[in-house]
């Protein structure tokens, strides 16, 4: 049973568009939710976070929005950059970062 | 460069067989997380410790066991390796919070 899912594998956009990255999750204990980006042959590198207590925050191309109610976040990259194609997982963890789970991964693929 | 070190980088060994992979943290981090990939799957948990106590469980395998030393360095150890164990094993530090950084992975082929 998956308490996070990323229902896309994959996600192909233009270059200057915007990437749309989605995650849901199912367990309403999940305190606070991060974004994190993989390039082959790397480990995960932390990209963006929001407290369950937020909707939104922004780190300059990149905004996260979380909606409780819908057990939703997404993650906007505006405007996307062939740099920003790698794999994208969604992770949530509860109070102090225990039962930290991620999600499957997008595969991003920015077209120049 | 994420501060977190894992040894060896590459791993190869026939089924059946035991083998260790290690982790070096963030200097000052306390917790350390392990877990797996497997053929572009998503990350799977499989254990964490902190200062040298396990905290928290996920999918780990009775063949797999980990361990934190006084220094903070902590070691996965797999045995009785099956060829579906072939995956990238990460390990994780972090200094509590929830942001976590990753260490490059070991990359595990049993043949």
């Known amino acids: 049973d998956q308490q996070v899912k990323q229902n896309s594998p994959s996600l192909s956009v233009q270059e200057g568009r915007i990437s749309i990255l989605n995650c849901d999750y199912t367990?309403?204990?999940?305190?606070?939710f991060l974004w994190y980006k993989k390039y082959p042959a790397e480990g995960p590198t932390f990209l963006i976070s929001?407290?369950?207590?937020?909707d939104k925050n922004e780190d300059g191309r990149f905004t996260v929005f979380l909606n409780k109610s819908a057990k939703h976040l997404s993650l906007h990259i505006v405007p996307s950059q062939p740099g920003d194609s790698a794999v994208y997982f969604c992770a949530a963890s509860g109070y102090y970062g225990q039962n930290f789970v991620f999600g499957p991964g997008t595969r991003l693929s920015v077209l120049p | 460069d994420s501060g977190v070190t894992q040894t060896p980088k590459h791993l190869i060994t026939a089924t059946g067989q035991r083998v260790t992979l290690r982790c070096s943290p963030r200097?000052?981090?306390?917790?350390v997380y392990w877990y797996q990939q497997s053929l572009d799957q998503g990350l799977q948990f499989l254990i964490q410790y902190y200062n040298g106590e396990e905290r928290a469980k996920g999918n780990i395998l009775e063949r797999f066991s980990a361990q934190q030393f006084p220094d903070l360095h902590s070691e996965l150890n797999l045995s009785s390796l099956e060829l579906g164990d072939s995956a990238l094993y990460f390990c994780a530090s972090s200094d509590g919070g929830d942001e976590q950084f990753f260490g490059p992975g070991t990359r595990l082929t049993v043949l």
């Open positions: 200097s000052g981090d306390l917790s």
């Open positions: 367990n309403s204990m999940f305190d606070y």
């Open positions: 929001i407290s369950s207590i937020k």
